[in-house]
């Protein structure tokens, strides 16, 4: 299976975003350290998404980076009090994916976090009213 460089990949779906004028309306997300760098060298003003579905721990993540993104978006399970208070110091927006029980979705809205990642979005609690 062919796969491009990070360095050609980046700039394949820069290319994209730029023609359909996306650039500044729209974020990268991606698990790939690789990806979030090359990113953020071929295009500094772009928000990033780090997203993570490990158990490593907020800091051994967050050292995979030479940056600090714009958004932390970790697996929900992965998300507490002490997460939602390390990525609030570290200045970031805190977006977990994909929560599609609106039980979990109004425990991760008490706990503080900024969006959810749902395949379902009419099931986040408020969102009917």
């Known amino acids: 299976m062919y796969q491009p460089s990070p ?6 779906v820069l290319a994209e975003m730029a023609r359909l004028e996306l650039l500044d309306r729209a974020n990268v997300q991606s698990f790939d350290s690789r990806i979030m760098e090359e990113v953020r060298r071929q295009a500094p003003g772009v928000r990033l998404a780090w997203l993570v579905g490990n158990e490593d721990g907020f800091d051994a993540n967050m050292a995979r980076l030479s940056f600090v993104p714009d958004i932390y978006s970790p697996h929900h ?13 570290r200045g970031m927006t805190l977006i977990p994916w994909t929560i599609n029980d609106p039980i979990r979705m109004k425990e991760l809205i008490d706990l503080g976090v900024d969006g959810i990642i749902t395949d379902y979005p009419d099931r986040v609690p408020g969102s009917s009213e």
């Open 77 to 89: 399970g992965l998300v507490d009090s002490t997460l939602v208070e390390a990525v609030r110091a």
């Open 7 to 12: 360095d050609r990949y980046v700039s394949l």
